[in-house]
């Protein structure tokens, strides 16, 4: 029995239920956190450091959203929100604000390029059996990579135009959806 997808069993996101969805099916994902809470109170909160390819992906997803104008963005290149800072970066979070949780993890090899999106809490750092607090109220988890014996060497050896082009798949739905005035966003992956 795989893993369902969101056509397999209809939207809205609003179980708690871990989805396995492609890149084309993230915008109906934030459309729905759109709908239910408008985007004055969403905070991208974007897992990851820039001293690894595979673990590079959220900030370079909030990087693109700052970019974008994006008012409310944890975790960037600039200043990367990772498991050395990560409660510390919580509280810049303005109270109230609906928080979408994005980084990067390993899993299966049918699973790489796809993402697992929840409107539960992400688990930072479980591919490489870290300890941090779940965060988000809604969460988007990129498989850039199999998950195998040696995580950290996974992760540091991923391919990093794949997970730019995760990234951007990311930016490019949450653009359409919360900013679509937002110029500099293309809407094809480029190979």
């Known amino acids: 029995m795989g893993v369902e997808t969101s056509k397999d069993k209809a939207l809205p996101f609003s179980d708690q239920e871990v989805r396995k969805i492609s ?56 200043q990367p929100c990772d498991a050395n800072n990560l409660e510390v970066r919580l509280t810049e979070i303005p109270k109230g604000n609906i928080i979408v949780a994005i980084d990067a993890c390993l899993g299966s090899t049918a699973s790489v390029g796809c993402y697992l ?18 965060v988000g109220h809604y969460s988007i988890a990129a498989v850039v990579n199999v998950k195998g014996p040696k995580p950290y060497s996974t992760l540091q050896m991923t391919s990093l135009y794949s997970v730019m082009l995760m990234a951007d798949e ?21 190979d």
């Open 23 to 78: 890149g084309s099916e993230l915008v109906s994902f934030f459309q729905e956190i759109l709908n239910r809470h408008g985007k004055q109170d969403i905070t991208f909160l974007c897992i990851g450091t820039d001293r690894s390819t595979g673990d590079a992906l959220g900030p370079l997803v909030g990087s693109r959203l700052e970019e974008c104008g994006w008012g409310s963005v944890i975790g960037s290149l600039r």
């Open 117 to 134: 999106v929840s409107g539960k809490p992400l688990l930072p750092a479980q591919s490489v059996r870290g300890d941090l607090p779940a």
């Open 170 to 190: 990311i930016v490019r739905a949450a653009a359409k959806v919360f900013m679509p005035d937002c110029q500099g966003i293309t809407g094809n992956k480029q």
